[in-house]
């Protein structure tokens, strides 16, 4: 299963431009990417904190052949992209529910999933946000970047890559498991 990237210089959110597209282009495996946010989408309502030279990606997928409750699908994500980090430091990476990944009780990276309905399709929307080079300010939660962690300039489209590899071989695995059922 491939997802057809959609890339931008600067949007709103990735997770409203993902719902965008979904309803301009009846696109069914997305991934929108931009090098800067500037009204990020957090848990809660929150706004999640855009600095220039961090990742925000979002992934969209059709949920018609995968029945995980949202919790599950979120926990399955994290672990992906845990995967993901752990190629670049041996640091402990610990899960924080609902959505966060912590190394050194210090944020790196945040989730957030929404579920769509468009045309009597269900869709999962899955933004994601990880410090590469950048630790935002976030009042009462500290946080942290994988440059600063690893003291290796890290690239963003190195990450982008792997990413988009490791949810299109999950996916892809996780389609074929319903189907078979």
């Not at 609902?98 to 009780?105: H, S």
Request: with cysteine.
């Amino acid at each position: 299963m491939k997802f057809k990237k959609f890339k931008f210089k600067k949007v709103k959110s990735t997770n409203n431009t993902a719902i965008r597209i979904i309803k301009k282009t009846h696109c069914k495996f997305g991934m929108v990417i931009s090098e800067s946010q500037t009204n990020g989408k957090g848990q809660y309502g929150r706004k999640w904190i855009s600095n220039k030279g961090n990742l925000f990606v979002t992934f969209f997928h059709e949920l018609n052949k995968i029945k995980l409750s949202i919790t599950t699908l979120t926990k399955l994500n994290c672990l992906l992209i845990k995967k993901l980090i752990s190629k670049y430091t041996s640091k402990k990476i610990f899960y924080k529910k609902p959505n966060d990944l912590l190394i050194e009780k210090k944020k790196i990276c945040g989730i957030l999933q929404e579920i769509i309905f468009m045309q009597n399709k269900k869709y999962l929307i899955t933004g994601i946000g990880i410090n590469i080079n950048k630790s935002p300010y976030i009042k009462n939660c500290p946080t942290t970047n994988l440059n600063d962690l690893t003291n290796k300039n890290i690239k963003i489209n190195e990450i982008e890559k792997s990413l988009k590899l490791i949810f299109e071989n999950n996916l892809s695995r996780m389609y074929k498991i319903r189907a078979n059922n």
